[in-house]
């Protein structure tokens, strides 16, 4: 059951990859993840080579599936991440956030499936240039870090689809069964999850993390850095009430910037402050009512998607 | 095929509606789209009581089907072109921008059905307690006004489906059969469409604007009016350009209004100025590549879709 391309290449069960979540997508997630069939992939936006190294042996231990890892190009030692996940049994390596052209033969030379990030269909058409394995049409409503032109997953998958024959994985609103089964209708081969996983029990983000994501609404997010830093969707709270104020009021970003200061995701993911720290987060969270394992998130996902199959096909 | 409640509830044959387009949904589009078994709209938003007598006419010379009328509800008069549209034989009256309480007992206890357009869950809440018949759940994608929260149509439909028990109608980013199967997969019982119909050979819209969306690609459009007069998708022009620069910059609301000036859809829509008329577009525009009439565009949504239902069955 809705086995497509995806799984030949990635070579799982289904076509369901964990997104890469900073703090948050850690050895248990990506373990539990892949285990039950999907593509777990480290988010390695804060993780040093060594957290890679330790993380690895821990998803080992646990699963003898494949598991990936994400990249934000934005790391200067963005290689040397790669190159140790390589060496630890990664096979597939996400990149988002720069040009897909620069490590792309890196990933390919090593024997790793090369995936890329895009907000857009013309960035779709250099990964595809580019020779990358899976293009990721991320939307406008997934959390963290997305595109200016704020193109929204339904519009962007069908025209990411018509414009690449690369295979094409929708990622942004997805969280159950109809998202699923929406993301293949719209011609994406697979789908890519952060939010739904964020709340589960395996995710390393702190309990009130979760909490939050359980008790959200549909309009509980925030883009905050359109001015300042790059747009990044989060969760409401104090933090990015102060951030969009302060970007409406034209403060220059540097002197925001210092307002702000670092650390903020650790603020949220790890110390569990909601209030004062930065939480990615998509807008589809206001549909997530619990905290549920990785493995029955995967199995509900099938499950509910092959109901939808059945009502469709009933009419 | 593809027959939902919507179609039971409306009497029409397919669950597609025309959304309400101002100077673009006119008789000669309204007809044909309700002639090839969808729901034609007239987009009341420039119209006169004196237009909606004249086109409804002419609509009932094409057509023996039902059609209908959208009013957004910032018109002071809006309950006069209500009674003037059901009079006229108007058989479903949609409302936009405004409380959905105001005018449902009145469209009620005339026998027309009564649809409102929502933006978040909350507001969908408070369509059922209303009464109303359809909930039009329309994503930030869309073109023209929408809402504050800005919720993608992926991550609304399944939000607005769960929280009420009314039928549900999914709007913005849907211009073809991957689309319409997308949008039932969410849970919504049938589709919105306005951009697709807007470069259509019915359609009252400037060739010029026609063509300006035939050309138009994903990225293609731009909110303005987040800090003037409320947020609208347009396409992408000097004007908006000039808008999103002034906004930026933190020009203040009465300022800008007074350099935009008034009737700036006008000077797009029927004098053809598609740099310094304002386009209401939605991103699935870029998807869209050649004028078709109306009902040519809907038996490709149909065809379409049962192409979608076999390729998903197949997996």
Known sequence: MFRTQICDILNIEYPI????????GRADLVAAVSDAGGLGVLGAGGMTVEDIEKDSE?????????????????????????NAAIDCG???????????KKYTALIKDRGAKAMHV??????????????????VAEGFEAGGHNGFDEI?????????ASSVSTPVVSAGG???G???????????QGVQIGTRFMASAEAAAHQNVKDAVVNMEDSGTAITGRTTGGPARCLKNKLTDMIVAEEAKGTPPDKLMEMIGGGRS??????????????????????????????????DIVSEAKQVMESLNSL
């Not at 990859?17 to 948050?24: A, F, K, P």
């Not at 990664?90 to 897909?100: E, L, Y």
């Open 174 to 176: 997805i969280a159950d």
């Open 266 to 299: 650790i603020t949220a993911c790890l110390d569990g402050d909601c209030d004062e720290g930065s939480i990615y987060c998509g807008q589809i969270g206001g549909s997530i009512t619990s905290i549920k394992t990785a493995g029955e998130i995967i199995a």
């Open 17 to 24: 990859i964990l997104g890469g979540m900073v703090w948050v």
């Open 90 to 100: 990664a096979s597939v390596i996400s990149t988002s956030a720069g040009s897909p």
């Open 152 to 160: 929204t997953t339904m519009a962007l998958t069908p025209q990411v």
């Open 118 to 135: 895009v907000s857009a269909a013309k960035f779709a058409k250099k990964c595809e240039e580019a020779g990358l394995d899976i293009i």
């Open 178 to 188: 109809r998202g699923f089964v929406a993301a293949l209708a719209l011609g994406a």
């Open 58 to 82: 821990i998803i080992k231990a646990k699963t003898s599936k494949p598991f990936g890892l994400n990249v934000p190009l934005a790391r200067p030692d963005a290689d040397e991440l790669i």
